[in-house]
């Protein structure tokens, strides 16, 4: 049974960081890609950012760029979200992801086949 769990969520005042992580179980970890999304009350879920299984290749959304950086250990079966200079506009809940690749539509949730549970991250101004 696959299992993504998040972590490292709370509530942080506007310009500070989080990071994020996702520890994934029962899936070859190492030939995954993984992403994160998030969502805020009433929006759809947004794209935030994609890492190939390798980690040489990374993809962000444009609001993201610059700010945030994913990164994973293989070693670990974890992937983080380095969130910097947060801003209330931020507040939502994250989700990690598994892919079993990195497409052109990296940013599409229909090309993730596992999900985590989420955590809150709330940004306050």
């Known amino acids: 049974q696959v299992q993504l769990v998040e972590s490292g969520g709370g509530l942080v005042q506007a310009g500070d960081s989080l990071r994020l992580s996702c520890v994934a179980s029962?899936?070859?970890?190492?030939?995954?890609?993984m992403g994160w999304f998030r969502q805020a009350p009433g929006k759809e879920r947004e794209f935030v950012a994609a890492?190939?299984?390798?980690?040489?290749?990374?993809y962000y959304g444009d609001s993201m760029k610059g700010r945030f950086t994913i990164s994973r250990d293989n070693a670990k079966n974890t992937v983080y979200i380095q969130m910097n200079s947060l801003k209330p506009e931020d507040t939502a809940i994250y989700y990690c992801?598994?892919?079993?690749?990195?497409?052109?539509?990296?940013?599409?949730?229909?090309?993730?086949?596992?999900w985590g549970q989420g955590t809150q991250v709330t940004v306050s101004s």
């Open positions: 992801a598994s892919a079993r690749q990195i497409t052109d539509t990296y940013y599409d949730t229909r090309q993730y086949n596992y």
């Open positions: 029962g899936l070859i970890f190492s030939r995954n890609a």
């Open positions: 890492i190939s299984w390798s980690g040489r290749v990374t």
